[in-house]
């Protein structure tokens, strides 16, 4: 892998994370938006019957209670109709007014549908989706940057100091590391390395291009690193 390969593939990689998780988040939020409005636009307010308050347990062996009905559509009649949820203060016989679709009359909800977690799923996948677009902008950036840099030639020599961990970052289990190097009194951190050096590097000297002696604009050329000492 080339020194530029190291920073672009696991920010391709990173970014690509964020699409699929953005792209099955709005997936999942566009189905839960349609599915609300279609129950809400085909919903009809009827009187039901508790026939049950059902003492159930979820696969997580967590405990919860589920309230069925009785109701007539159409002169149809449905029994044990799970509403979903425990509807508190009311009891078997009790009478109560519940929603059905006229599309799926055997379908009863206590309430209309809420639009809370269809919306926070959508923010949530246009929040990855953005994350993923500035991510890749970001990385366009830095490749030009660098190309720039290499190309103008002008570069001064640093001295490594240590090698630390980048914690902040993880892709597939690992996390990439990062030279800091020492020149004339300033400290420069290079991008992050994925691929293993084979030896100890402090005390090495590395290139660092850079755009004037500020460092406004660096970029610590690692590459000589990887060749045999």
């Known amino acids: ?74 002169g149809i009649e449905y029994q044990n109709v ?53 991510a890749a902008r970001r990385l366009k950036r830095r490749m030009q940057e660098i190309t720039s840099l290499i190309d103008q030639n002008h570069f001064v020599i640093a001295k490594v100091s240590r090698v630390d961990i980048n914690t902040s970052m993880r892709i597939r289990g690992k996390n990439p590391f990062f030279l800091v190097c020492e020149y004339e009194g300033k400290t420069l951190y290079s991008d992050n390395i994925w691929l293993p050096l084979q030896r100890d590097v402090v005390g090495e000297e590395v290139k660092v291009y850079c755009s004037n002696l500020s460092f406004d604009l660096y970029y610590i050329d690692t590459r000589d690193l990887y060749q045999e000492a």
């Not at 970014?15 to 988040?25: K, N, Y």
């Not at 509807?87 to 379908?107: F, Q």
């Not at 009863?108 to 926070?120: R, W």
């Open 1 to 74: 892998m080339s020194d530029l390969n190291q920073i672009k593939n696991p920010l391709r990689i990173y970014s690509l994370i964020f699409v699929v998780v953005a792209v099955i988040v709005l997936i999942l939020g566009g189905f839960t938006v349609y599915n609300a409005i279609d129950f809400n636009s085909n919903a009809r307010k009827i009187e039901a019957t508790v026939s049950n308050i059902a003492s159930l347990v979820d696969k997580n062996n967590k405990p919860y209670r589920d309230t069925l009905v009785n109701y007539t559509v159409d």
């Open 82 to 134: 799970s509403l979903g949820t425990f509807v508190e203060g009311k009891e078997t016989g009790d009478a109560l007014e519940v929603y059905t679709s006229a599309k799926n009359p055997a379908r009863a909800e206590a309430q209309l549908k809420s639009y809370m977690l269809s919306t926070f799923l959508l923010f949530i996948g246009a929040l990855f989706l953005l994350s993923a677009l500035l």
